[in-house]
């Protein structure tokens, strides 16, 4: 994993810009929660948010099925104001497709203290469905961006 930090420090107003640019990958995974990867960044202030996105292919394999992907920050989903996630579900009937799709979605989170704060992309099961196979970042760069920016007005 290569990571990158850039700041700008400006009155009144502060953004830090961090970047964890993943290699290439190739996981799979069937029928269980997993942790894709895991980012490690300094938050400066208290009354800040954080704004974090993933850049990155996805494909999700299987009959009926719905994978999530999601955000932690410190072991635990945002709360403030929501969870960060994206669904993608899968029903492909009595045919054989395997599309792998470029994938991005943000969101912010805020309520989350100064220090280091431990940013993790997971993937599991949408809710009332089953897991199919999740393919994250298969032969490709994929990226996590984390921002530190003003909250919400």
Request: proline content about 3%; some cysteine.
């Amino acid at each position: 994993m290569v990571q990158y930090n850039f700041c700008l420090n400006l009155p009144n107003l502060y953004i830090q810009l961090f970047l964890c640019k993943l290699h290439q990958y190739s996981n799979i995974l069937s029928h269980f929660f997993l942790l894709f990867n895991k980012c490690s960044f300094n938050k400066l202030h208290d009354n800040t948010a954080l704004r974090v996105s993933y850049q990155g292919n996805v494909l999700v394999n299987g009959d009926d099925v719905c994978n999530r992907w999601y955000f932690k920050f410190n072991g635990n989903e945002c709360s403030g104001p929501l969870s960060i996630e994206s669904v993608v579900y899968y029903n492909w009937l009595n045919e054989v497709s395997i599309i792998l799709r470029s994938h991005f979605f943000e969101g912010y989170c805020e309520n989350l203290a100064r220090g280091t704060v431990s940013v993790e992309l997971w993937v599991g099961k949408c809710p009332n469905t089953s897991m199919g196979d999740a393919y994250t970042g298969w032969n490709s760069v994929s990226r996590i961006m984390i921002e530190e920016v003003p909250p919400s007005q």
